[in-house]
Each structure stands twice: as C-alpha cells, then as structure tokens.
C-alpha cells in the first residue's frame, strides 16, 4: 500500500488549504483514512479521521474550521482546511488505517504566517 498525499503549500493566516491523499496497492475495503500533523518538538497528533462508511472525528482544534471527505472509488481523502491559524503549521501525514495495521504516507508541508 502507498499513500500519496499533496496541496501543502504556504498561506497567510484566514486562508485555505486543501489536501489530498491518494492510496494504491491492495487495499481492504473497510478502513479509516485520516491526516495526522506534527509541529517541530510536538508529538503527532490526530486531525481528523473518516472512516469507509463516512463518519467522521476531529480534533477540536480544528472543528468548525476542517472538513475531511474521502472517495471510495479513488481510494482517496481529502482535507478542506478554513480560517487557518499559525498554530496550524505543522507536516502533515496522511494516514490509512485497516484494523490494527497503519499505512502512512511522506508529510506534507503547511505553513501558516502571521
């Protein structure tokens, strides 16, 4: 399985984002697919999750702001980021989860300036 994800960039606070992540290989039909970001000297942290049947989590950082959809028939999530803060710059990595087995993909840069 390989994750590929893209659409970081740079962006002045207010702004949008959106990220995708597209997943190849043998995948299971029933999973979660999900972004994870980690800031430097934080720990990765969960930012939103959605699993195969739809639903949903957030961090609550991030509710009202991100909005996370996925396309079953293109294996691939997507991450709609709102009113973006500096406190969201971080790597973002998107993630695939299938039972107990976690795929991740390269991060992805987002940069939020002031």
């Known amino acids: 399985v390989q994750l590929q994800a893209s659409g970081g960039g740079l962006v002045q606070a207010g702004g949008s984002l959106r990220l995708s992540c597209a997943a190849s290989?043998?995948?299971?039909?029933?999973?979660?697919m999900g972004w994870y970001r980690q800031a430097p000297g934080k720990q990765r942290e969960l930012v939103a999750a959605?699993?195969?049947?739809?639903?949903?989590n957030y961090a609550d950082s991030v509710k009202g702001r991100f909005t996370i959809s996925r396309d079953n028939g293109k294996n691939t999530v997507y991450l709609q980021m709102n009113s973006l803060k500096p406190e969201d710059t971080a790597v973002y990595y998107c993630?695939?989860?299938?039972?107990?087995?976690?795929?991740w993909g390269g991060g992805t840069q987002v940069t939020v300036s002031s």
């Open positions: 959605i699993t195969s049947g739809g639903r949903t």
């Open positions: 993630n695939l989860r299938v039972g107990s087995i976690d795929y």
């Open positions: 290989g043998s995948i299971f039909s029933i999973n979660t």
